[in-house]
C-alpha cells in the first residue's frame, strides 16, 4: 500500500503520495494542486483570477493535464484548458530547519511544453535539502492573446501572470511543506529563463524571491517580445471567422473554438516572410497596450532593465555551446532556410532599420562576411548557420543582460556559466532534435544534468563524466540557492567568481569534463552584435 499524507494549504487541503527516487532516497510529492480558476468559458485569454478554496481533500496524488499545446515529439495536440496547477517535491514535511524554496519555470516557446515530471523530475535535485516547485501556466492564443480594446479586458501576458500568481503561491504555501518563504530561487530554462528575467524586471513580481537562475533565454532576446502582427485577427480567420463585425464578435468566436482548434490554427500562421525575419512564434510576450492594474510588462523591456527591482539579487545566467543545434532539424527538412539566407533578415529588428536601406544592408554584409567568409550561406555551411543562430537567437540576449546588470545603480553578484559536456548519449534534447550521429551540446541539454527524465531509463554509473556532471549542476544549483554562492565541493579547486566591468572578456565558469573559470568564448562574436547597437539600444 502506498503512504499518502495530507497537507493544508491556504486554499485547502491536499493528498499527497511517499515516493521513491530514481538514485534510491524517498520522498513527497505532491502534484496539480490548482493555484487559479480553471481559465475557461469568459477566462480564457483573460488575466488569472484566484482559485476558488475548497475544504474536501483534493488528490494531489496523481500528474494533471497539461495546458492545450502540440507536442512536437509525439506529434499530437493534448491538454485541458483547466491546467493552472502546482506541483511540490519535498524530502521532510517537518524539517528541523525549514529548506531552500527551488521554483521551476519551464520553457517551450511560450507555445508548448509542461511541467511534467517526465521531463522535469525532483530526483537529482533531491538528493539535497531542497522543496522543488514546477507549475503550468497557459501557453500559445490561451496565455498571450493581446487586444488594444480595453473594454474586452485581454490585454495579453496572461500566462506570465499565471506564473506570477503561481509563485505567489509557493511563495505563501512553502513552510506548509518544509520550505523557506524566506529564502526562494527563481530558475528557468529557454522561454523559462526568459521568464525568469520578465519577473526580475516586472514590478508585479518585486519581492516574490531572493535570487534567480537565468537559462539560455532572457528579456532582452530577440524573440521575448512578439511584433503586433495582428495575430488575434489571423487567430480567428484561421479558424473560419468571416471577418465581419467588431473585435467583441471576433473574441465571442474565439472563446467557442474547441481548444485542439485554437492549437491547430496557431501553429500555421507565421508566414514565410516572418520566418526568414526569425519571428519563432505568434503568441508570447507582449508590451501591453494599455496600463490596467494587473499589468505585467508596461513598457520595453530593456528600459524596464534598467531600473528593475532586481538588480542589486544575486544572479546565474548562461547558456549552453551551441545553442543553435535548436535549428538543425528545421534546416535539414527546409534545405532553403539556409540555402536561401539573407543576411539582411538577421540585423536586429529591435533596430528598428528599413530591411532594404543603406544601414541595414551594412550590418548585413558584417554578419555574412564574420560567419560565412566569402562563401556564399549554403548546406555547406551549416555549422556556421548553427553558430549564427547560437549567436543571435541565444547568446546576444545574456550578453544584453549582463551589461544591463553590471551598468545598473545598484549591481548584485552576476555568476555566469557556459555549460560545454558534450555526452554520445546523455545530452537528450540534442540526441532527439539532431539524431543520433551529430554532436555538439544543444540549447537544453543542460537540462538532462539537473531534472530525471523518461529519455533516461536509469542513472548513469557513479564513474562516468554524465554521473558527475549531474553531481556538479545539482551541487552549485543548490549551494547558489542556499546561501546566494554557487561555489561548492562539486566544482573544487576552481574558484567561481561573478563578472565584473572591469574584466573583458567576461569570465564564465565552463562546464565540460572539467570544470574551470575562462574569457567566455563567444565574447569576439559578441563584440559584433553589440556594434550594430548604439549605447541606448544596447542595454
Known sequence: MEETIIVQTTLGPVKGIKKTSALGSDYFSFQSIPYAKPPVGDLRF??????????????????GPCCPAKNNLLNVIHGEEDCLHINVFTKSLNPNKLVPVMIYIHGGAFMRGSSTADMYGPDFLLQKDVILFTFN???????FLSLDDRSLEIPG??????????????????????????NVTLFGESAGGCSVHYHMISSKSRGLF????????TALNCWSVVPEHNWAHRLAIALGWDGKGSKKDMVEFLRSAEPKNIVKAQETLINPEERKNKILFPFGPVIEPYIGNGCFIPRDPLEMAREAWSN?????????????LFSYREAIEFPDVVN???????????LNLDQSGEENRKFAQLIKKFYFGDKEPSMETLNEYIMLMTDKLFWHGVQRTLLSRLNAPQSGPTYLYRFNFDSPTFNHYRVIMCGKTVRGVCH?????????????????EASTGEFKTIQRMVNLLVSFATNSDPNCEAIKPTIWHPIDQNTTPFKCLNISDEVTMIDLPESERMALWDSMYKKNQLY
Open 46 to 63: 483573460r488575466d488569472p483570477q484566484p482559485a476558488t478554496p475548497w475544504n474536501e481533500v483534493h488528490d494531489a496524488t496523481k500528474e
Open 137 to 143: 501556466y497557459r501557453l500559445g492564443a490561451f496565455g
Open 157 to 182: 501576458n496572461a500566462g506570465l501572470k499565471d506564473q506570477c500568481m503561481a509563485i505567489k503561491w509557493c511563495k505563501d504555501n512553502a513552510a506548509f511543506f518544509g520550505g523557506d518563504p524566506e
Open 210 to 217: 531572493h535570487r534567480a537562475v537565468v537559462m539560455s533565454g
Open 312 to 324: 542589486s539579487i544575486p544572479i546565474l545566467i548562461g547558456g549552453v555551446s551551441d545553442e543553435g
Open 340 to 350: 536561401n539566407l539573407k543576411c539582411e533578415n538577421m540585423v536586429p529588428l529591435d
Open 444 to 460: 537544453a541539454d543542460d537540462l538532462s544534468y539537473i531534472f530525471k527524465n523518461v529519455i533516461s531509463k536509469e542513472v548513469p
